[in-house]
């Protein structure tokens, strides 16, 4: 009997604890890479994959993450979206065979990895000396091998600058 209800207590204190989880707020920026070009790669296996590598362009970013639960395993889940636009232009079109974007699933799910768009456009303006105006409208290529169908992404946004914090010497937040 005793066990009994030692074995009740374990579960009635796991179950309120389970309650009591915390949720990290998911984040969703768009951003701008100065300096930086955009590669496509292929690993060993032959699967695609974007790197950001410095350069004389812009990069743009678009970075989606969903909420996070601290209770549960595997619910993470992110999205990529790279592209790349030549410094010196103040408007861009991008569609079809001139549309060169990568796009990555991160989750605990068949569909994660790398993605190329194969349809659709993107483009933009920019509007001040530090901020463009993007609208993206584009559809990845089905992937059997994933089992993934083609994935749409729809957005208009303003995309910013990305300033990296420089880290001097004697910060106690640097790691050397």
């Not at 990529?80 to 989750?107: E, H, M, P, Q, W």
């Not at 290529?141 to 089992?147: A, E, Q, V």
């Amino acid at each position: 009997m005793r066990n009994l209800i030692l074995l009740f207590f374990v579960v009635f204190c796991a179950l309120a604890n389970a309650q009591q989880g915390k949720v990290i707020k998911g984040v969703k920026f768009y951003r701008i890479i100065s300096n930086s070009k955009l590669e496509f790669k292929k690993d060993a296996q032959n699967n695609f994959y974007a790197e950001i590598v410095k350069g004389n362009d812009f990069v743009f970013e678009y970075l989606k993450s969903d909420d996070k639960h601290t209770d549960r395993t595997d619910d993470e889940h992110f999205e990529r979206i790279l592209f790349a636009v030549n410094k010196n232009k103040k408007k861009f079109y991008y569609s079809d065979t001139t549309l060169k974007a990568a796009f990555l699933i991160g989750c605990f799910c068949r569909e994660r990895g790398w993605y190329t768009f194969s349809d659709g456009f993107i483009k933009g303006e920019k509007i001040n000396t530090t901020t463009w105006k993007v609208e993206f409208d584009a559809m990845t290529k089905p992937d059997p091998s994933r089992l993934a169908n083609a994935i749409t992404r729809k957005f208009i946004a303003n995309f910013t600058p990305h300033i990296q914090k420089v880290l001097k010497k004697n910060d106690p937040n640097s790691h050397h």
